[in-house]
């Protein structure tokens, strides 16, 4: 079994950068040519100090990414223990730093924008990683995964957050290159696999039983983006703001602290002690989240709730069969959980949502329950017969809204009562640690997965997956004998109650803030068990906040994500020496908001400034007139012209961005005032970007 490297040198000189373990001084040392930026292995492990101005010790090599003008090493320069699993110490990736090929001696706009967007938004995001612990894996597919492979190798495709930069490295330890033909498997342990989410490992005791909860959340890299520029699903089947949830618990588990290596001299193993004769008991429950999967957008330009598109349902068919396919291949059954509204703007997605599922299953049946608060408090549906493998998918939709309005977000567990048989089928996954084979003998499998989606799959999401959680966890102690039967731990241990409910709102705010850039809802329900005053008010703040970002800040993070995730790249784009970040809009049009700033600044001095002794009010008052209609105009002209003004993706233009600009445009230059005034050549997209967008086009269609 081969593991990352623990300690790593990295040896800067003026033709390479080269990688070496002090742990293991006789491995071959990694080699990046500059400024190449090709990779190789040297067999040998020292190198003239002459050619060497520093040597600065690592955490790990996060991956190697090309921009426009020079390729980059980036490397994780601090880390932070997060605790133990099964003894196995992970970390959070704290700071990271590029190493370049070239010296630059010219600043390039582009190639510093490029660099800006990865250190603000990829760098400083959640990412954890393990040197002898597979994070991307469930423990039940850790369960069935062959050990003896690296590390990187057994890794999830769709949680390896940073699969994209480490091509490099996995390309050369497939092939090799032109000197060094074929596998290369000395360069395993450079390979570090990443996931982005949420991982919180906590050590408690729960009725004089030690033990460790642990949650964690994996994000997936594909269709990874933020809350309005990605929606549903491509057209290979990747659904938006896909996340997976395992809830962990573990028994006997007695390497929990964050100490060094008692008992292991193997310094990369990081396994911490021994079980002292004790049987370490795994048991998780894994959930999953992600967009309704069907060709649906919501076009956000400036009004408070965006414009709804959803695209021709049998259109999207083959990609719903693509996500459904890998699903059912992981999990088995899927009991589809849709918490949309039944009415108003979602009510189309609910629908589409449905009639999706009606395709795919064979001969359907639908049962519709209704109550004295709503008329469809449920709509099921169900196939008649098992003919197929789409014959595994189980939708339930709750109408969450109307159950829980008026803070009566109890009833929210109604849903969990109507799921019961199936999570009682379900079962969780229970496995024993066995240090003989290094792996974990299964005794226990959990046969079925709740996918819970809501508009954003986030809020309402969030709170029913700790309801589903919650209920599981309550079982998992009543199969171990530490909680009676129809006992539950909120009443029989306050105190891991309340380490429950905060890990879960914790958990709820990563998620949240990795896809619309702000904490969680609702999040009071989750923390509080009850909905209060003071988190309606939080709500309607995050609101507020979310409108903001969702209009004015999400673009940039939309392009760090597609460049860091291999979306967008430069060196492949044809953008020739035009700059692609430019405000390609006439000034005409860019000056408007700075034209309302400036008139509301002279209304303010209009208002605030003291006349002098016998001056006519007439004046002023004009003055404050003239420039109050001046503001009034330039506000009107904004809101009805949003799409002039929202922070759109600038590396790949989403489809709708780039139709729904020509029509504000057009509109613009049909205008009385303004009309004549605005270039008639199009500066909204370069060549290259319309490209892109045409290309993305094709992908929703």
């Known amino acids: 079994m081969t593991l990352p490297y623990r300690d790593i040198n990295v040896h800067v000189a003026a033709d390479s950068y080269t990688f070496t373990s002090p742990s293991s001084p006789n491995a071959p040392a990694l080699i990046v040519d500059r400024p190449t930026g090709d990779v190789k292995l040297s067999e040998a492990a020292h190198f003239p100090s002459k050619r060497v101005s520093r040597v600065s010790s690592i955490a790990g090599i996060l991956g190697l990414i090309r921009l426009r003008l020079d390729k980059y090493v980036i490397i994780i320069t601090k880390t932070q223990p997060m605790g133990r699993l099964k003894g196995h110490m992970v970390y959070k990736v704290v700071s990271t730093d590029f190493l370049p090929m070239r010296e630059r001696q010219i600043r390039d706009p582009d190639e510093d924008q490029f660099l800006s967007l990865l250190k603000t938004y990829i760098m400083r995001g959640p990412m954890y990683f393990s040197y002898s612990v597979d994070l991307t894996n ?393 909905r209060t005053k003071a988190g309606t008010f939080a709500d309607g703040k995050i609101a507020v906040t979310r409108y903001y970002l969702n209009n004015f800040r999400d673009g940039p993070r939309q392009d760090a994500l597609d460049l860091f995730l291999g979306a967008y790249e430069p060196a492949a784009a044809n953008i020739g020496s035009s700059l692609v970040f430019a405000d390609r809009r006439p000034i005409l049009i860019q000056s408007i908001p700075y034209v309302l700033a400036f008139s509301l600044f002279f209304v303010f001095v209009g208002l605030f400034t003291k006349r002098l002794p016998g001056s006519t009010v007439w004046t002023i008052r004009l003055f404050i007139l003239f420039w109050l209609l001046v503001a009034g105009w330039s506000f009107n002209f904004v809101i009805n012209n949003g799409m002039l003004f929202v922070n759109w993706p600038k590396l790949n233009p989403r489809p709708w961005a780039t139709e729904g600009y020509q029509d504000a445009i057009g509109k613009v230059r049909k205008d009385k005032l303004l009309g004549s005034f605005v270039a008639r050549h199009e500066r909204g997209l370069s060549t290259a970007r319309y490209l892109n967008a045409e290309e993305g086009k094709k992908r929703i269609e």
């Open 138 to 530: 469930s423990f039940q597919r850790q369960a069935s995964a062959d050990i003896s492979s690296p590390l990187w190798m057994r890794a999830d495709d769709r949680f390896f957050w940073n699969r994209f930069v480490q091509t490099d490295l996995i390309n050369f330890r497939k092939m090799g290159n032109r000197s060094q033909t074929g596998p290369q498997p000395a360069t395993d342990p450079y390979i570090l696999p990443i996931i982005w989410g949420t991982l919180e490992i906590r050590p408690t005791v729960f009725k004089n039983t030690p033990l460790t909860i642990v949650l964690i959340t994996r994000k997936a890299r594909h269709r990874a983006g933020t809350r309005y520029f990605t929606r549903g699903i491509d057209e290979e089947g990747h659904a938006a703001n896909y996340n997976e949830t395992e809830q962990v618990v573990i028994l006997n588990d007695t390497g929990r602290g964050l100490g060094g290596y008692a008992g292991s001299t193997d310094m990369q193993s990081g396994k911490y002690g021994d079980l002292e004769g004790k049987e370490m008991q795994v048991l998780s429950y894994v959930q999953t989240r992600g967009s309704v999967p069907v060709y649906w957008a919501e076009i956000n330009a400036l009004k408070y709730t965006p414009k709804l598109q959803v695209r021709g349902i049998k259109t999207a068919l083959p990609a719903a069969k693509k996500h459904f396919d890998e699903q059912i291949r992981i999990y088995g059954d899927n009991y589809l959980v849709n918490l949309v509204n039944q009415k108003g703007r979602e009510k189309r997605i609910k629908e589409a949502y449905e009639q999706m599922v009606q395709m795919l299953v064979s001969s359907s049946s639908e049962k519709v329950k209704g109550d004295a608060i709503t008329d469809e408090k449920f709509h099921i549906i169900e196939p008649s017969s098992s003919k197929q493998e789409y014959d595994r998918l189980h939708y339930v939709y709750f109408d969450f809204h109307h159950e829980t309005k008026g803070m009566q977000m109890h009833r929210a567990m109604l849903l969990v009562e109507q799921l019961q048989d199936a999570l009682l089928a379900q079962q969780y996954f229970r496995g024993v640690d066995m240090p003989a084979n290094g792996g974990l003998e299964t005794r226990n499998f959990q046969t079925s997965v709740v996918r819970t989606n809501c508009m954003d799959s986030l809020d309402r999401t969030n709170v029913v997956q700790s309801m589903l959680a919650r209920w599981t966890l309550d079982r998992m102690f009543v199969d171990l004998g530490l909680l009676q039967r129809g006992e539950t731990f909120a009443v029989a241990d306050a105190a891991f109650e309340f380490l429950f409910r905060n890990i879960w709102a914790d958990n709820a705010d990563t998620v949240s803030k990795s896809y619309a850039g702000t904490g969680a809802m609702k999040t009071d329900l989750t923390r509080l068990g009850k």
